[in-house]
């Protein structure tokens, strides 16, 4: 399954929106079945961020903190 995203985001952190993306099709995954996905993003600090490579920047700490925790 490919799937694509857009959508509007209360932050202007593109980090949170790149985010928010990624959460979304993640979700739209598990409620079909799906259990082994690829991921991918035109950005690096978001993926190093989910593979615990590199902190995320301040201004998304709190969120990605609190939304990503039920997501992976």
């Not at 991921?39 to 593979?51: E, L, Y």
């Amino acid at each position: 399954m490919v799937c694509a995203f857009s959508g509007k985001h209360a932050s202007k952190s593109v980090f949170l929106q790149e985010l928010n993306a990624i959460q979304a099709g993640v979700q739209m995954a598990l409620m079909e079945g799906i259990s082994k996905l690829e991921v991918a993003s035109d950005s690096m600090r978001v993926i190093k961020a989910i593979n615990k490579k590199e902190a995320p920047p301040w201004d998304g700490l709190d969120q990605y903190s609190s939304e990503m925790c039920g997501t992976w």
